[in-house]
């Protein structure tokens, strides 16, 4: 046995003990340590945010409720409801706050989302991307087989036929709506005759249900400006609301027309037919859609907060004019605009480096940052920044309240 | 005990077992099934690449060997070494192999990365980032405890301070080596006077044995044109081996004189004092790295070959000129170039979108793709890209050969 097993046994021991050393009376906390003192759901100790190793990924539980709390009381007053896309979170405890809080489900994009959503208790998932190769086509029947809750996309013919092979060879029924293209060709059949006929197919072929259709606009989420974006979303949503009607009018089944997004989640509703929104952004917010402004403040988008931060940490302040933090490319993403830092003004933040953040001050910094410091970022695109994190901090009053695993973390498959 | 508990239980059961259901003869592994195919270190059965669920990331074994041995020959020929980072592939198993065909140990860029490391058996670390909180310097002195060859690297008096007190805290001597800014002032101490006064304080302090020196110039690798590259890294690391210099004067110990990267190995050399080249990408390559051109070909950085790639599936056909892919920002990454896609011509790749790639068809494409065709992806930055994934399938003549734990994915701390 080579000399390091031993030390390296060793090694293993002693990580996840407590603090053996300390430069001073600052407490810190690694994340396997913070594991350890997270025990039954509950924090055995106070711990700081600050007190964090860094990078490390946080949500702000008031600011998160709240933003919940928002988008229930809109969709009441708009009578449709939400079905929040958990491609942003990856977090079941996130879904069923939400579900709890009156949403009716969650959408995925990924059939291994699905499956680790209904692993940890989700069990009404509307999968928005179709399922087109026999590998994904039997893990996506497998799923429902035991999930009574789950309906799947199509958006062609024969997809729609494999399916119902693979539905009929395993003796269940599955659920389908049919994706329609809302105009920027990337997934979806197009509205009109053609998706009727794929809906009457649905319909007509052996172990399918037709549940509807589903018709998400990306394109429009971050279109500036509320109006601009309002005529963007009603306009490309009128073929989709036709082909509402022509099912309709055809006696079909139209009980789901799942649609819509943050940007939109306050006019969607004006979508003859629509019945509950996809949102995602809205549970965290981050700096791209802070930019697109909103019905009440055309500046900034403020019907949520931004409850999704990551901590950093300066680890060079030697030269005029910037410092250098431990959060780079792969602890935010390169997305646009830049993650913003947050409580101070006069600074700008950049994540261009895989391994470091780059802070630049401009002529009248709110604050200039030493070596140890640590700062918050205001994420840039959430999405994919959760996507990094095996884990995030439920922070309430700046202390941790629980600790929440990002079950389909890197479920891209 | 909710009504889908039971069902939950028996999906959990359901999802690790065999095809249950396939529409054709086609043969077809989730990621889950491809492990425990998996035994032993040995594929208990033939899975060829196309088979596998996707996005997959693949590395193929001919064309990783030969960039080692590729990288090896060079160092052999001009008398240096090399340390390679870590950082880039994440895998033990490739450090390994590094190692074993003459690499003096690796490189890694967080202390999380280097915990991994060592669990995972590899016992010659240079960490490149200095550790400036109490929880990272802590985490450092628990590893160079009971691993001998781990060195850290300091950037500033202050920081060595901390460092010389952890270590005599805990009875041991931490080997350093002194971070000097090449010029783009993202970390280090300025190369001089003032890196001589540091190197000389880690000599005289406590607890601490001063290795010699690190200049990563960071902002020279993808300088475009040989030539080019050639004169800016020659020439900013004129200020570092002048410091070298400074040390060899003073009686200091200079055994480590660590710089350079993929885009200037075989230039590294002429830097009079420098030990070793901390190559990262050299391994896999990348789009990033192959538009630099090289010394032979000044089209192409044709050096090493591209070994890394995604395997990926048409979603959608449907629309002109145009095909969606499952592989978007979350498993590519938003990197420039874009990512290429592999053997075809007349078509390009983006995966500006969070869940899809999309493909676009010039007016002479190689071919076109329908629904279910999997293509296979150069990928754009390695780095970032392996971040991503939990393992890779290592790949010869097409089919599986082995199936490597990227260890240290998301060790971003």
Known sequence: ??????????????????????????????????????????????????????????????????????????????????????????????????????????????????????????????????????????????????????????????NARLLSEAAAALGIDADLVVDLDPGGHRTGITPGQAALALAQLV?????????????????????????????????????????????????????????????????????RGLTDVQVGSYVFMDAQYLGIGGESNTEVYSDFQTSLTILTTVLNDQYAGRATTDAGAKACTINRPWAIIKGESGMSYSSGSDEFGTIRYDADPSRTYKVGDKLELIVSHCDPVVNLYDQMYAIRHDKVEAIWQIAARGMSA
Chains 1, 2 share one sequence.
């Open 203 to 271: 319909d007509q072929l052996p172990a399918l249900k037709l549940k509807g259709l589903l018709c998400y606009d990306g394109g429009s989420q971050h279109v500036v400006g509320f109006q601009q974006r309002k005529d963007q979303t009603l306009g490309r949503l009128i073929a989709a609301s036709d082909t509402y009607d022509l099912l309709q009018q055809s006696g079909l089944n139209t009980e789901i027309f799942s649609g819509g997004g943050t940007g939109t989640y306050n006019i969607d509703h004006e979508t």
């Open 1 to 158: 046995m080579p000399k390091h097993s031993m030390s390296r046994r060793r090694f293993l021991q002693s990580t996840g003990a407590a603090a053996i050393w300390l430069p001073s009376s600052v407490k810190a906390y690694t994340s396997s340590e913070m594991q350890a003192l997270y025990a039954d759901g509950v924090m055995q100790q106070d711990v700081s945010k600050w007190e964090l190793d860094t990078p490390a990924l946080c949500v702000d539980l008031d600011a998160l409720e709240a933003n919940i709390a928002t988008m229930q009381t809109t969709m009441s007053r708009n009578g449709i409801a939400s079905r929040p896309h958990a491609k942003t979170h990856k977090c079941p405890t996130i879904a069923r706050m939400q579900i709890d809080q009156g949403s009716i489900g969650i959408c995925t994009a990924k059939v291994s989302e699905a499956e680790a959503m209904f692993q940890h208790g989700i069990d009404q998932i509307l999968m928005t991307t179709s399922n087109v190769t026999s590998t994904k086509i039997r893990r996506a029947m497998t799923l429902r087989q035991v999930c009574d809750g789950f309906v799947q996309a199509t958006d062609s013919p024969s």
